[in-house]
């Protein structure tokens, strides 16, 4: 039993590059979320899906696509990354009936130059 | 809006002190309360929870009061370890949303 897995640990970008980060839970957890955790900040949330098909807009979507063709698995891609969007982003899953408790991936530190 | 205030760190205790990490809201109606742990190179997790005012959380010898009337959910350990060195996250859920509202975060460093 994983967890909640996070693909990559680390990657560095040149602006207007594109990238995918890969969140999967073995759980069979209904929800899934993205943050993105910055110094002073707490976190933030990006987007989320409350199930498989289904994904909607957090707190700071701008610069970000989802997509979560599978209920275990949860994509987080940039199109054309920015400097702003340098940070340590943070997966999450949780259930139904528990949503309180978010249980998270260790988290891909991502760098923007 | 709804809001989570941190004390800011990082706090530095030595070992076998009292351990107190400041943590106040802003919400309209009767929101959950928690705090979460982030340990050195790992994602966070559930420290405790409290739904309802006057409830207590506790965990791992950490306890935090609702406290209703001072919107406020102070976390608190009798005798701090070295081991509980740690980024310390309060947050907030409205009952009508599963979506958590986070604070800043507490660095915790305990020296031996």
């Known amino acids: 039993n994983a967890g909640v897995t996070q693909t990559p640990k680390f990657r560095v970008l040149k602006t207007g590059q594109s990238m995918t980060l890969l969140c999967a839970q073995d759980m069979n957890h209904e929800y899934m979320y993205w943050y993105r955790q910055d110094p002073g900040m707490g976190l933030r949330l990006i987007h989320y899906?409350?199930?498989?098909?289904?994904?909607a807009k957090g707190e700071v979507p701008d610069g970000y696509n989802v997509s979560r063709l599978k209920k275990q698995n949860f994509l987080l891609g940039l199109e054309s990354a920015a400097p702003s969007q340098t940070s340590v982003y943070f997966c999450?899953?949780?259930?139904?009936?528990?949503?309180?408790?978010?249980?998270f991936g260790p988290g891909t530190r991502l760098t923007v130059l | 809006g709804d809001s989570v205030t941190q004390m800011e760190g990082p706090v530095t205790l030595s070992e076998e002190a009292f351990l107190t990490i400041n943590c106040t809201y802003t919400a309209t109606g009767y929101p959950s309360l928690f705090w979460y742990v982030q340990y050195p190179g790992e994602g966070l997790q559930l420290l405790l929870k409290?739904?309802?005012a006057d409830d207590k959380g506790s965990n791992k010898g950490f306890e935090a009061t609702y406290r209703k009337e001072t919107t406020s959910f102070h976390l608190e350990k009798g005798s701090v370890q070295v081991s509980d060195s740690a980024v310390y996250f309060c947050?907030?859920?409205?009952?009508?949303?599963?979506?958590?509202?986070w604070g800043a975060g507490t660095k915790l460093i305990i020296k031996p």
């Open positions: 999450a899953s949780s259930t139904h009936g528990r949503p309180d408790t978010q249980y």
């Open positions: 409290a739904t309802k």
């Open positions: 899906s409350v199930g498989e098909g289904t994904t």
């Open positions: 947050a907030l859920r409205k009952d009508s949303n599963y979506q958590l509202i």
